[in-house]
C-alpha cells in the first residue's frame, strides 16, 4: 500500500512519521510506503496538490494494480474479494489492454462491484 499524506513543515511530517511508527506493527510498517510531501509556495504542483499528491502515489506502485482512492471513500463489504476476483485468471483477457475499473461512490444498487 502506498499512502501519500500532505504535511504543513518538517513539524508535522516529524509528528506523523513518529505517530506512524507507534501505531502500525513492523509488519504493517513493511507493506506501507509512506511518502509525505510539503506543498511548494509556487510552481504546478502547488496550484493542483491534489493531483500531484495522486501522481506521487501512483509513481510509487510496483504492483500490476492498483486502487487510487481518496481518504472520503467508504468501501463497500466485499469490495476487496470483487477486486482480487476480477484480478484472477478469468479476467486476464480484460488485461490485456489499458483497462480501467470504474468503482461505485455513491449510496446505491450498483451491479459492476
Not at 463497500?76 to 470483487?82: A, I
Amino acid at each position: 500500500m502506498v499512502a501519500v499524506i500532505l504535511v504543513q513543515d518538517i513539524e508535522d511530517e516529524n509528528h506523523i512519521t513518529n505517530h506512524l511508527k507507534r501505531e502500525l506493527s513492523q509488519s504493517d510498517r513493511a507493506n506501507i510506503k509512506i511518502i509525505t510531501w510539503r506543498k511548494p509556495p509556487y510552481g504546478y504542483d502547488s496550484t493542483y496538490p491534489a493531483n500531484f499528491l495522486r501522481n506521487l502515489g501512483m509513481d510509487a506502485v510496483d504492483t500490476r494494480f492498483a486502487l487510487l482512492s481518496d481518504v472520503d471513500l467508504e468501501p463497500s463489504v466485499g469490495l476487496y474479494e470483487r477486486l482480487k476476483e476480477l484480478a484472477g485468471p478469468i479476467y486476464d483477457n480484460l488485461w490485456k489492454e489499458n483497462t480501467v475499473v470504474l468503482i461505485c461512490q455513491c449510496n446505491c444498487n450498483c451491479s459492476i462491484l
